[in-house]
């Protein structure tokens, strides 16, 4: 079992559509990230999170530390959106196993207009 | 203020071959980590440098595969002897000095090996 489990592995939408991605962890952490990663291959850090709940823009993130769960949700949904969202964890002592992330297998989301 | 640069984006080689990826961490940034994506599969982390040290190598394989991050220049990912399984997208991520929980790593765009 992976130390980090994401659901779905896809995603299809229609524009304007509500979207959850859920993210579940089995291990300690110190902090939670969320990645998005464009067809073309290059990734983009979105929220780094080690409590409660941060937004930016149609983008919120929240985790909740004692069930070891995350979301990304985005609003009002556009198919510039489409890309693979990952999620991501850093264990909890940074001195020493330093900051590595360990990664979910990514959700591929798909927005049609 | 560029962002955490690799070069080359793509790079080919024949088997046995050496391959050597290059990553510039952003101004500022210096700590660096290597993660490799193989096809259709999630990002592993592969090493953990700071300047002129290796903190953390424990998702490197055996051998064949070395990195360095010297006081001056880029971090260098070498991979001797290429074989197809190499293949994949290499990511370099930098982070500032500061640590804990500050410490948000961002991406370099990546390398994409290709094994004839």
């Known amino acids: 079992k992976n130390e980090v489990e994401q659901s779905p592995q896809n995603l299809t939408a229609q524009e304007g559509e509500f979207i959850t991605i859920n993210c579940s962890y089995s291990?300690?952490?110190?902090?939670l990230h969320w990645l998005q990663q464009h067809p073309g291959g290059g990734i983009v850090s979105l929220f780094m999170l080690s409590s409660g709940k941060k937004k930016h823009g149609r983008l919120i993130a929240t985790i909740n530390i004692q069930e070891k769960h995350s979301s990304l949700h985005i609003t009002a949904s556009h198919p510039r959106d489409s890309a693979v969202y990952i999620c991501?964890?850093?264990?909890?002592?940074?001195?020493?196993?330093?900051?590595?992330?360990?990664f979910g297998e990514g959700t591929q989301l798909t927005v049609n207009p | 203020n560029a962002g955490v640069m690799q070069n080359p984006r793509h790079l080919v080689r024949r088997r046995g071959q050496e391959a050597r990826l290059r990553c510039s961490p952003m101004?500022?940034?210096?700590?660096v980590y290597w993660y490799r994506q193989l096809p259709e599969e999630g990002l592993k982390f592969m090493v953990y440098l700071q300047k002129e040290n290796i903190i953390d190598e424990s998702g490197m394989p055996k051998e064949r595969f070395s990195a360095e991050f010297p006081k001056e220049g880029p971090s260098i990912l070498r991979i001797q002897q290429v074989v197809r399984g190499d293949s994949a997208a290499y990511f370099c991520a930098s982070s500032p000095p500061a640590g804990g929980l500050y410490n948000e790593q961002f991406f370099g765009p990546g390398t994409r090996l290709t094994v004839l």
């Open positions: 991501a964890v850093r264990p909890p002592s940074v001195e020493t196993s330093g900051s590595r992330l360990t």
């Open positions: 291990v300690g952490i110190s902090a």
């Open positions: 101004k500022g940034h210096s700590h």
